[in-house]
């Protein structure tokens, strides 16, 4: 090869840097593997006043194309895309952490619906489906105090694996959604770029399902929505489980001491109905008030306090719910990193003062932490109907039903629990944003006031979210339609197909 021959070929691979393309180099190969090289990207521009980085333009490979996109595999997500593929679509689950189940599985909360006292009246269909498969599988056991399951946490990573692979969904885990594709001249979806270990990457899909908790796909599309002051908004909270708990002994003192959903008014001005006040619940917090009279923990550790759910034979006392934490924005990164360190101070706060004052605790340990923060409140959506708390106090209808709920509403200091069988209909429109197509949003971020996300951000009202949402996108292909425009006759067929109840 000639100087001249060497000095093109460099000169063609800086053109190539330059233009964004990646270019991997085969240095040599041994017994241990190759010896590879990716090319940096090429020089961007800062522009120090505005306080920004300009990227240059880069060439992004397409990781993936499909009919629907799910992003986000909590209780939404993945009945979301479990129904679109029943209903015949093909189908990519895209999910940031390493396992399925959402809050589930990453935050430790264990129960779909902790609410069934009493006449409670249901929607069915996946959330309840997704609770008997746990239940049949060895995977769940029952809530201290009525009808309720309690999932095993852990194991329910091996169900969502299950359901996620017998149904023919196509799974991409450790992915983010960081950025949005629209058509041509169009408000429509096409896709979104994703950043993963394998770089920054494009999924192509006829419609797309926000299921991030956070509306994430609906804020980077550019559609409105609304958040509730700092201050006002719903607490985080760090879940931890302990081992080494005498079940026998705590469950005595629990009898002992009976706590119920009066008890939760002790720290804050509750609104009830009254016929909650009764009823028993697994609470702990006077617990926490004497253990700071003990000196055991800090005066300032005020916000500890909440429930306990399973305990097993084997002395583990998990979805532990008690350090609550106020003020923080969980779509800011540093309130996140300052909420996750401050929780795991608070939570072994809480451990320390069970240890000395709950029988039974006291030889308990740290078993785990949630993988990350349970989020109560962020963005919701401004949609095309926008549910009230007079909507979900009294038995709403809609012509566009795509599901029913309870009368749970659990937030805000209002807890009233379905235990009279009231309900109200979920209505297709509240996942609808009003300035993007062929995006549906479904989860605790759909449309609507406070009294209504207190009721509408619970687990299993997710769910019925997100079976409509998946119903509704599958549908929409079918009839040659966008999720703004499909037929709501043929989504409620499909979903009373897939034993939905919509009225």
């Known amino acids: 090869m000639t100087d001249q021959d060497k000095y093109t070929g460099r000169v063609a691979r800086m053109i190539q840097r330059w233009a964004g393309k990646r270019i991997t180099v085969n240095r040599k190969t041994t017994d241990e593997g190759q010896v590879l090289q990716h090319t940096p990207p090429a020089p961007g521009e800062m522009d120090a006043e505005q306080g920004v980085y300009i990227e240059p333009p880069k060439a992004l490979p397409i990781l993936a194309e499909c009919e629907v996109l799910v992003v986000g595999a909590g209780p939404a997500g993945l009945s979301a895309a479990l129904a679109a593929r029943r209903a015949g679509a093909d189908v990519v689950l895209l999910e940031r952490f390493g396992c399925f189940g959402g809050v589930i ?46 999932l095993d946490a852990d194991f329910f990573k091996v169900v969502a694996d299950h359901l996620v692979r017998e149904s023919g969904i196509r799974p991409i885990l450790h992915c983010y959604a960081v950025d949005v594709i629209f058509e041509p001249d169009s408000n429509r979806l096409k896709g979104i770029v994703t ?22 796909i609906a804020h980077l599309a550019g559609a409105s929505y609304r958040k509730t002051p700092k201050d006002k908004m719903l607490g985080v909270t760090t879940v931890f489980n302990a081992s080494g708990v005498d079940k026998a002994r705590f469950l005595e003192y629990t009898e002992q001491q009976p706590a119920t959903y009066a008890d939760w008014s002790r720290t804050w001005e509750q609104e009830t109905t009254g016929k909650e006040d009764v009823l028993r619940s697994p609470y702990l917090d006077k617990e926490f008030e004497q253990a700071r009279e003990l000196g055991v923990i800090p005066a300032h550790t005020t916000n500890l306090g909440g429930s306990w759910s399973a305990l097993t034979e084997a002395g583990e006392a998990t979805n532990l719910n008690l350090a609550h934490m106020q003020g923080y924005d969980s779509t800011d990164v540093m309130d996140l990193t300052a909420a996750e360190m401050q929780g795991r101070q608070e939570a072994l706060y809480a451990l320390t003062a069970l240890k000395s004052v709950v029988p039974g605790f006291e030889k308990a340990k740290l078993r785990n932490f949630g993988m990350t923060l349970g989020v109560r409140d962020s963005r919701k959506i401004i949609g095309r109907t926008n549910l009230t708390g007079e909507d979900v106090r009294n038995q709403a209808k809609f012509p566009d039903s795509i599901g029913i709920f309870p009368e749970f509403i659990d937030g805000y200091n209002v807890l009233i629990l379905p235990s009279t069988g009231r309900y109200f209909e979920v209505p297709y429109g509240c996942m609808v944003p009003l300035e993007v197509d062929n995006l549906l949003v479904a989860g605790r971020c759909v449309a609507g006031d406070m009294v209504s996300h207190a009721a509408m951000r619970n687990m299993m ?33 499909e979903l009373e197909k897939q034993g939905v109840r919509l009225h």
């Open 105 to 150: 599985t990453t935050v430790g909360m264990e129960t779909l619906a902790w609410y069934r006292y009493e006449g409670t009246i249901e929607s069915e269909g996946i959330g309840v489906e997704m609770e008997r498969r746990a239940a049949a599988m060895g995977g769940a056991i029952k809530w201290p105090y009525n009808d309720s399951e309690c």
């Open 195 to 216: 950043e993963s270990k394998s770089g920054r990457q494009v999924v192509l899909a006829k419609r797309i399902i926000d299921c991030t908790g956070d509306a994430d």
């Open 461 to 493: 009202a997710c769910t019925v979210t997100g079976q409509g949402a998946g119903v509704a996108a599958a549908v929409s292909l079918r009839q040659g339609s966008t999720t703004a425009d499909v037929d709501l006759a043929g989504v409620q067929q």
